[in-house]
Structures are given as C-alpha cells and as structure tokens.
C-alpha cells in the first residue's frame, strides 16, 4: 500500500535523520579516540621514564664498575710494588758485599781474570736492578737530606756545613719512592787543628 504525498512531507526527511545519526556517531568516535589517544600518549610517557631511569642505572653501574677495576689496579700495583720492595731490600746487602769485594780485588795483585769475572758479576746485578727501576742515589758532595740520608756523623772538612764527605753505604731508589736511605757522614764546616795536620 502507498503513502500519499501528503503522508510523505509529514515525516521528517530521512536523508536529514541520517546526517544527524552519522554526526553523532562520528563525534562519539572522536571523544573515544581522543580518550585512547590520551591514554597511549600517557603510557609512552611512562615508558620513556623507566627507560631513562634504567639509563642512568646503567651509567652508574659502568661507573662504579670502573672505578672498582681502578681501585683493584691501584691495590695490584701497590702489592706488586711491595713484594719488589722487600725482594730488593734482602738483595741490596749482597750487592754491597760485591762492592766491596771489587774495590779490595782492584787494590790487590789478584790475577786480572778474577777482577774481570766479579766485574762481569757486578755488572750483571746492577743491570738486573735497573731493569726493576732500581737506580743509586749521588750522595757525595750533596746538601744533607733527611729524606733521602741516614746520618752516621759528623765530621771536619773543607766543605761546608751540612754536606756529605763521606758515603758508608750506598742509597737506592725503587721507582720514585727511598728504597733505602745513603749512610753518610756530613761535614761539620770546619777542619780542627789536628785533623789539619793529618
């Protein structure tokens, strides 16, 4: 059965009343869009936080490992140093007992073999403590130094006072550090009458 005409333009139009219903679906969409939108932006936000606090854990984790391995380096080397130490300070009393047995050799007639054999010796202990940057100090003629001198005496001469005259044994330096201090007699400043004679 048809509609009149007039039936018709009673109603209203349905083109119009679908235009409407698709205008509010469509802004439904775009408040629930917006929400979820607001939503994943919040969430990457929150991610991006626990990735830059994991970052600066992780920094600090290679920085306190670093400076634990300087630590261990600093700590190795110190205990290196220590047992060089005490190693060359057990080996310094033979190398003085080589000295003074090549200066009586070189004052003596011994047979020229024997002084160049304990030569070669000497050379070979002396090359040794250089190779572990073991090096003699120069103490004759030098200002007396607490620091680096063992004072035995005091003795007249022509130098003046506070200068060493004389080295009783022979001081040695490890790296940059007194592995032992030089045993010295220091000039007193002044020849007495009976030592002038002399």
């Known amino acids: 059965m048809h509609k009149s005409k007039k039936e018709k333009e009673s109603h209203p139009m349905p083109d119009a009343m679908e235009a409407a219903e698709r205008r509010l679906k469509e802004k439904h969409k775009d408040k629930n869009d917006n929400t979820s939108t607001n939503e994943e932006v919040a969430a990457l936000q929150a991610k991006v936080s626990e990735l830059e606090g994991l970052r600066d854990q992780m920094l600090r984790k ?3 490992f670093e400076n634990a391995k300087r630590r261990l380096d600093r ?4 205990f290196s140093n220590y047992a060089f130490e005490q190693v060359l300070s057990k080996f310094l009393p033979i190398l003085d007992n080589f000295d003074r047995a090549l200066e009586h050799f070189s004052n003596s007639e011994a047979p ?8 070669l010796i000497h050379k070979q202990m002396t090359d040794l403590l250089v190779e572990f940057q073991v090096k003699p100090m120069e103490a004759l003629g030098q200002p007396f130094d607490p620091n680096f001198h063992e004072a035995i005496g005091q ?3 022509d130098q003046p006072e506070g200068i060493i005259v004389n080295e009783l044994r022979k ?3 490890f ?6 201090p030089a045993s010295v007699q220091v000039s007193s400043g002044s020849l007495s009458p009976q030592e002038g004679q002399e």
Not at 75 to 78: H, W
Not at 112 to 119: D, K, L, N, T
Not at 175 to 180: F, H, I, S, T
């Open 62 to 64: 290679a920085a306190d």
């Open 75 to 78: 700590e190795k080397e110190s």
């Open 155 to 157: 003795i007249g001469s």
């Open 112 to 119: 020229q073999s024997e002084i160049e054999g304990i030569q």
């Open 175 to 180: 790296k940059d550090k007194v592995l032992r």
């Open 171 to 173: 001081g040695y330096f």
